[in-house]
T-cell receptor, first 115, second 112 residues
Framework: NAGVTQTPKFQVLKTGQSMTLQCAQD?????MSWYRQDPGMGLRLIHY???????DQGEVPNGYNVSRSTTEDFPLRLLSAAPSQTSVYFC??????????????FGPGTRLTVL | GQQVMQIPQYQHVQEGEDFTTYCNSS?????IQWYKQRPGGHPVFLIQ?????EVKKQKRLTFQFGEAKKNSSLHITATQTTDVGTYFC????????????FGTGTKLQVIP
């Protein structure tokens, strides 16, 4: 199993450009999440999904869109990139079989710079 | 909203010394998880605690969940250079088990 994969690994954008960060998992996990990581601020939840067709906002959703058409894929779209969105983005997935146990498996991350 | 703070933010220790990081939540947690992130890497799950007052050990690592389920700690005995990284606690907030709030993290540096 590949686990959680993310593409691209690195990306540089100009202010105002749009792009999609890809995330896929092959573990048949229902739960998937997107986080951004900035120095000194830990990981902050952007959007999450509890299953195909179901998404919800996290702590910092502004400027980002998500959709979940399949169990495997959970892309994150930046509509109009801003320098404040320079960050490392992590996608994570977890099993939903038990509501009290939700170990998250993280992808390798995408390092995004917005100029 | 829920806040999860960790102290210290940074810690430098000599190899062989002990290390402890503390995690405090503004709300009661149903469970707490700990993750380790090596420099340049992604977070990796270490453990989950569920019960009030629970203590779990993994070799040199000891994890505790507070009686009030609002705080937790991770203690490493006799640190090694392989322990270098940032340690995060995380807990689900009232929005559901998938809506997880991560702590601010403690970055550990081990001096050989």
């Amino acid at each position: 199993n590949a686990g959680v994969t993310q593409t691209p690994k690195f990306q540089v954008l100009k202010t105002g450009q749009s792009m999609t960060l890809q995330c896929a998992q092959d573990m048949n996990h229902e739960y998937m999440s997107w986080y951004r990581q900035d120095p000194g601020m830990g990981l902050r939840l952007i959007h999450y999904s509890v299953g195909a067709g179901i998404t919800d906002q996290g702590e910092v959703p502004n400027g980002y869109n998500v959709s979940r058409s399949t169990t495997e894929d959970f892309p994150l779209r930046l509509l109009s990139a801003a320098p404040s969105q320079t960050s490392v983005y992590f996608c994570a997935s977890s099993y939903s079989g038990s509501s009290s146990y939700n170990e998250q498996f993280f992808g390798p991350g995408t390092r995004l710079t917005v100029l | 909203g829920q806040q999860v703070m960790q102290i210290p933010q940074y810690q430098h220790v000599q190899e062989g010394e002990d290390f402890t990081t503390y995690c405090n939540s503004s709300t009661t947690l149903s469970n707490i998880q700990w993750y380790k992130q090596r420099p340049g890497g992604h977070p990796v799950f270490l453990i989950q605690l569920v019960k009030s007052g629970e203590v779990k050990k993994q070799k040199r690592l000891t994890f505790q969940f507070g009686e009030a389920k609002k705080n937790s700690s991770l203690h490493i005995t006799a640190t090694q250079t392989t322990d270098v990284g940032t340690y995060f606690c995380a807990g689900p907030n009232s929005g559901g088990y998938q809506k997880v709030t991560f702590g601010t993290g403690t970055k550990l540096q081990v001096i050989p």
